[in-house]
């Protein structure tokens, strides 16, 4: 078993073909108490499909310390159940070096996908031009945005996309704002997952969507999570451009990945960001 410990992910065995139409079970007291932190109201839950692993599934792959787990199901832009899901992690003991140990799970040798929850109507906004459309970090964070009825997109992580992934869609003409958590602008492995969200939006350029990041701060999300934060101050948010001088140095790294993923160590990127920082100073 193969360990990710840079997006908490496990890489195990592979999921039985039958996983997808074993019947619901019921929510762990604490799966469904972490649900609720997030906002989720029981219709969201209960559309989405969301419940608590069967023990007798759970024992088939082998989690250290893992007691129970939330599964995420995964689904079609046509809203049938997608062959790809997640596994939330939940421990036995809590431990403070959580970044050492995986936090989700999800079957191995199948490509990551878009989580698209089934409370939305994703055909209609894939041929909606004039419909914002978000893509943010976190099946949670998703499933909260769209119970607002604001479309948005969840990636299991930065990196958790595939080119592959991204052809549910016909970007061409659609106008998409990535949403990274506001650690993305303010820590080394923030940088990391600004990165990934701004190959993504590359990517999404390339496919003649027209991309823009929005800036959150940490007083952003202790007002709540996207779904409530875009009704009462999204518009209050910084949004740049893919060009942006505040993405001049993403700007140089780009053409050197995915040859050099880890931005830190792309000199160029160092550079770049002086060089816009020092620009900014100018024009101000």
Same mark, same amino acid.
């Given at each position: 078993?193969?360990?990710?410990?840079k997006?908490?992910?496990i890489?195990?065995?592979?999921?039985?073909?039958?996983?997808?139409?074993?019947p619901?079970?019921?929510l762990h007291p604490?799966a469904?108490a972490?649900?609720?932190?997030? !906002?989720?109201?029981?219709? /969201?839950?209960?559309?989405c499909?969301?419940h608590s &692993?069967?023990?007798?599934?759970?024992?088939m792959?082998?989690?250290?310390?893992?007691?129970?787990?939330l599964r %995420?199901p995964?689904?079609?832009i046509d809203?049938?159940? #997608?062959a790809f899901e997640?596994?939330?992690?939940?421990?036995?003991i809590y431990? /403070?070096?959580r970044g050492t140990?995986?936090?989700?799970?999800q079957?191995?040798?199948?490509a990551?996908?878009l %989580?698209?929850?089934p409370i *939305?109507?994703w055909?209609t906004?894939?041929?909606n031009p004039s419909?914002p459309l978000? *893509?943010?970090?976190g099946?949670?964070? #998703?499933?909260?945005?769209?119970q607002f009825?604001v479309?948005t997109? !969840?990636?299991? !992580?930065?990196?958790?996309?595939?080119?592959? #992934?991204?052809?549910v869609?016909?970007?061409?003409?659609?106008?998409v704002?990535?949403? +990274?958590?506001?650690?993305a602008?303010? /820590?080394k492995?923030?940088?990391e997952?600004?990165?990934g969200f701004?190959?993504?939006g590359?990517?999404?350029k390339g496919r003649?969507a027209? &991309?823009r990041? &929005?800036r959150?701060? #940490?007083?952003?999300?202790?007002l709540g999570?996207i779904g409530?934060?875009y009704?009462?101050?999204f518009d209050h948010?910084?949004?740049?451009?893919?060009?942006?001088l505040?993405l001049?140095?993403?700007? &140089?790294w780009h053409p050197?990945? +995915?040859?050099?993923?880890e931005?830190?160590k792309?000199?160029?990127?160092?550079?770049?960001? /002086?060089q816009?920082?020092k620009?900014? !100073?100018?024009?101000?």
């Amino acid at each position: 078993m193969h360990i990710k410990t840079k997006d908490y992910d496990i890489q195990g065995q592979n999921l039985p073909d039958t996983f997808a139409s074993r019947p619901l079970a019921d929510l762990h007291p604490a799966a469904l108490a972490d649900l609720r932190r997030s !906002g989720l109201s029981t219709d /969201t839950i209960d559309r989405c499909g969301l419940h608590s &692993v069967p023990h007798a599934d759970l024992k088939m792959f082998h989690f250290p310390g893992v007691e129970h787990a939330l599964r %995420f199901p995964y689904y079609n832009i046509d809203g049938t159940v #997608s062959a790809f899901e997640r596994w939330k992690l939940f421990y036995r003991i809590y431990r /403070t070096d959580r970044g050492t140990r995986p936090e989700y799970w999800q079957p191995e040798g199948r490509a990551p996908q878009l %989580f698209l929850p089934p409370i *939305i109507d994703w055909q209609t906004i894939a041929g909606n031009p004039s419909q914002p459309l978000l *893509i943010t970090e976190g099946e949670e964070q #998703s499933l909260h945005a769209c119970q607002f009825d604001v479309p948005t997109i !969840g990636i299991a !992580g930065a990196w958790q996309w595939q080119r592959s #992934s991204l052809d549910v869609f016909s970007w061409n003409g659609l106008r998409v704002e990535l949403v +990274p958590n506001s650690r993305a602008w303010r /820590t080394k492995r923030g940088r990391e997952s600004l990165a990934g969200f701004y190959a993504l939006g590359m990517a999404l350029k390339g496919r003649g969507a027209m &991309v823009r990041f &929005v800036r959150l701060t #940490s007083w952003h999300e202790q007002l709540g999570n996207i779904g409530r934060l875009y009704q009462e101050n999204f518009d209050h948010c910084q949004r740049y451009d893919l060009d942006s001088l505040h993405l001049a140095g993403l700007g &140089v790294w780009h053409p050197t990945w +995915p040859r050099q993923r880890e931005i830190d160590k792309c000199a160029d990127w160092h550079q770049a960001k /002086t060089q816009a920082a020092k620009t900014q !100073g100018e024009r101000s």
